[in-house]
């Protein structure tokens, strides 16, 4: 299953569950939600940083590629 979100709405506790209420931008730019990302309270925090490092990650390859780009538009203007 996928599932496209702008951002969230809520995050709660429930029942030792993480709740996180998901949900794309509709008319007029307002939430709609659109799921519920439950993660038990015990993995959240290995869940949270997981999640954190692989953008991290991400965001370092990006940098790195729009750098090799711009060496790659100069050497082509020389």
Known sequence: MHIFTDGFTSVSLSNGNLRVK??????DNEPVEVAT???PVATAPSFVNGLANALQQLEEQIKAKQAEM????????N
Do not use: D, T
């Open 22 to 27: 998901l949900a794309q931008n509709g008319p």
């Open 37 to 39: 990302l439950i993660v």
């Open 70 to 77: 711009v060496v790659e538009g100069a050497s082509k203007h």
